[in-house]
């Protein structure tokens, strides 16, 4: 690996066009003693800084993704690594001990941080035998620091931005960071968005009007993907999910994207999903299908999607939605345009492909076998069994969202059957079917939510006879 340029390390930083009027004396981080922290054997302390024990599995995966995208990496070219918001520096760590990074990029905003990252980071060699630099540690805003880094033409093959809410100020500049075929670790932290409770916070940070639908956290992955598409074609740049993670606590929507150079297909997986209250069934539809939206249940009735996105808009006033109401109807629409506006939400545009590579994650579970995380527990997470479902759920037949066992068993008025026997059955009959890591007793399949219920009537039954 090149050194690094001795002015992009070493030179005085240019001074703030607004400087403040007074210095403020750093954060003094609490006695790091009492903050000691292991993962997957490697011991840092936390001290002060916003630090979760259970991100330790979102870590695993990102060192595991790391690990195998350095074997990738031609000979003599070492793996660099941006993390953008490194924390307390257990992340930079981690790439450096156990992905066998040879430079790592450790930025934070707060300088009231650096004694804790540089004490974590310290016990990794400074300098290479070759003489580069192995880390260095910076606190800039994580806008500039990669724009920077870009002026400067240091690219990197892994930035990992682990942001706190719905950012997605950084994402354009991450992607421009990047080297071709290198790796972009996203978050997002905003469940309100995912949920469809903010839409017009999801439009400005992602580009989606994502509305409420029962499969909302798996949502929330597709919002960020197709944010992360959005931006990368833009730049002439496209990018494919090779794992997709959520996790309870937060809410955490991680997702590792590899950057290639290209354009956005004709036939990519960035369209709109549908979702039936009445019915309970849910769709997928391209650009060119947004005046074809239409539910099953609805006798195969075709409706005008802008006329149903002009029903859902929540700023439209009754005298409003009553004018437009008697327009409709009188153009024939009949009734049933206001039926069709209170049972079909529309969210998008979303990511709709598979969320995962199922060669890469099969890769990263012989990865974790090897060194011996596959069989472990992390905070009450099997590392196994999760990446397992993901194969499972990577399938590329399986549509968008899952199915919860409670509302099979709401819309059927029956009690379900267990999860795994549904499953079964399902591919017994020629459908695909699995577990979701997102959701314990819910299932992703491409059968109709109506067959479902049916099969699950007759193991109900079937159960009640052998009584």
């Not at 994580?142 to 950084?170: I, P, T």
Request: charged share 20%.
């Amino acid at each position: 690996m090149a050194a690094i340029p001795a002015f992009s390390l070493c030179s005085p930083l240019p001074l703030s066009p607004r400087p403040r009027k007074a210095p403020i004396a750093p954060r003094r981080p609490t006695a790091l003693a009492n903050t000691l922290e292991a993962e997957r054997g490697v011991q840092f302390e936390t001290g002060d800084s916003f630090f979760r024990r259970e991100s330790a599995v979102g870590r695993d995966l990102g060192v595991l993704s790391a690990a195998l995208h350095r074997r990738s990496l031609p000979p003599g070219g070492g793996l660099r690594v941006l993390d953008a918001m490194c924390g307390c520096g257990v992340r930079s760590l981690r790439y450096l001990a156990q992905a066998g990074a040879a430079f790592v990029w450790a930025n934070d905003a707060s300088e009231g941080c650096r004694p804790l990252i540089l004490s974590n980071l310290s016990g990794h060699p400074r300098v290479s035998p070759q003489g580069d630099r192995s880390w260095v540690v910076t606190h800039l805003d994580a806008n500039r620091v990669l724009a920077e880094n870009y002026l400067r033409k240091e690219f990197f093959d892994l930035v990992d931005v682990d942001c706190f809410g719905s950012d997605s100020s950084f994402m354009r500049l991450a992607i421009s960071t990047i080297r071709k075929g290198g790796l972009l670790y996203v978050t997002s932290t905003d469940g309100y968005s995912s949920g469809g409770h903010r839409p017009h916070c999801s439009l400005a940070s992602y580009g989606a009007y994502v509305r409420p639908m029962p499969f909302s956290n798996e949502v929330g992955l597709r919002m960020l993907i197709g944010g992360a598409l959005r931006e990368a074609a833009a730049l002439g740049y496209h990018i494919s999910p090779l794992f997709s993670f959520y996790s309870y606590h937060g809410p955490v929507f991680r997702v590792m994207l590899q950057v290639d150079r290209g354009q956005l297909h004709e036939n990519s997986r960035y369209g709109f999903i549908s979702y039936c209250h009445g019915c309970g069934n849910s769709q997928t539809f391209s650009w060119e299908e947004l005046g074809q939206i239409s539910c099953a249940c609805r006798k195969g009735e075709v409706h005008n999607s802008l006329i149903i996105g002009v029903y859902m808009n929540p700023k439209m006033s009754d005298l409003a939605f009553n004018f437009l109401d008697r327009i409709l109807k009188y153009l024939c629409f009949q009734d049933t345009i206001q039926l069709i506006s209170k049972s079909v939400v529309v969210s998008g545009p979303l990511w709709t492909g598979p969320l995962h590579d199922v060669t890469h994650v099969t890769d990263m579970l012989q990865l974790a076998t090897e060194w011996g995380w596959a069989c472990t527990n992390r905070n009450e997470v099997d590392l196994e069994k999760l990446l397992n479902q993901m194969i499972e759920e990577g399938d590329p037949r399986l549509p968008p969202g899952y199915i919860k066992l409670d509302e099979i068993a709401s819309r059927g008025k029956m009690n379900s059957p267990p999860l795994s026997t549904l499953i079964n059955t399902l591919q017994e009959e020629g459908y695909v079917a699995s577990r979701s890591h997102i959701a314990p007793n819910a299932i992703k399949t491409n059968c109709p939510i109506a067959e479902c219920i049916q099969f699950a009537r007759r193991l109900r039954c079937s159960t009640s006879n052998r009584r």
